[in-house]
């Protein structure tokens, strides 16, 4: 049974694709990065179009690492798995509960800053390396170790995704793949569009300020919906897809 | 004099206060927010000429008070760039 292409649960798992990009794009990491990168070319007087070369190069990165990721987990789980079950889709929503719930309490470091719960190593290392970027291919690999950065909030969607994706045609596989990792990366090309039309770096940081909060509850609790969704909709006949 | 006040760094290492780290610091934070670079200046200038008044008689200070008290004072000058330069090292 092919869940995208199968008009009984295609618009199940269409809907479930939206919400997992949608859930990524609320992460906030990624945004974070680029907003830094973007301040320090500026500080150090680059010029508009070695800004937008730099902010180009990591977007581009990011789309990467996104891209990979899903593919990657994709074909993981084709290959391993013959036949879904319950019990996987059970393994997945618990994994994605589990994630809500940390995102819910732990996404930031504390309640009055907006430093995101991850490793202060891969933190002071991001923030180095954003500093020092000069080059777009430079920024390109920033792009790619964010990606990466942020896998234990993202493992939920990007498995979901991956096992909606399991079992249809390759052709529907790499729009939807690529329908989920522009969706994911929009907040980033906004971004790019905003920097490009010369929007202030401490206007996008406000906003994000601002609306901290709001963006932690809704990937949270949106992670943990999407997870018993997933279960309850694709499980509930035996599995068997 | 302030340049033979002690900075205590977040990783524990001691430095000599630098006039030109601080400056240059200002200076990028306030062309981040687009501010023009005669005005970054003069507003960098005023931040340190405040900053090092604050730190006459003090032997050692850390690196987090005196981005603490540059802050205070360009909030005044630039609140964009303060923004952006108080958050910078807390930006993720």
Known sequence: MHTLTDPVTAASALALLLACALLHASFQLSASVMTLLSGHALGKKRSHARLLKLCGGYVLGNITSVGLLLLSATYIISALIVNTSALLWAGLALLGVVTGLVVLSSYYRNSTSSRLWIPLSAADYLYERSKRTKRSFEAFTLGLATGITELPFLAAPLLLTAMILRGNPDSTQLIAAIFYVLLACSPLLLLLALLGGGKKVSALEQWRQNNRLFLQIISGVGIIVISIYGYVTFSVDGGAQ | ?92
């Open chain 2, 1 to 92: 004099m302030a340049t033979s006040v002690h900075i205590v760094k977040r990783s524990g290492q001691i430095e000599s206060y630098s006039r030109e780290k601080l400056y240059a610091g200002i200076i990028a934070a306030c062309l981040s927010v687009r501010t023009p670079e005669g005005a970054a200046q003069d507003t960098a200038k005023a931040i340190c000429d405040i900053t090092e008044a604050w730190l006459i008689n003090k032997k050692e200070v850390t690196s987090k008070d005196i981005r603490r008290k540059a802050a205070e004072a360009l909030v005044v000058h630039n609140p964009e760039a303060a923004y952006i330069y108080k958050r910078e090292r807390n930006s993720f």
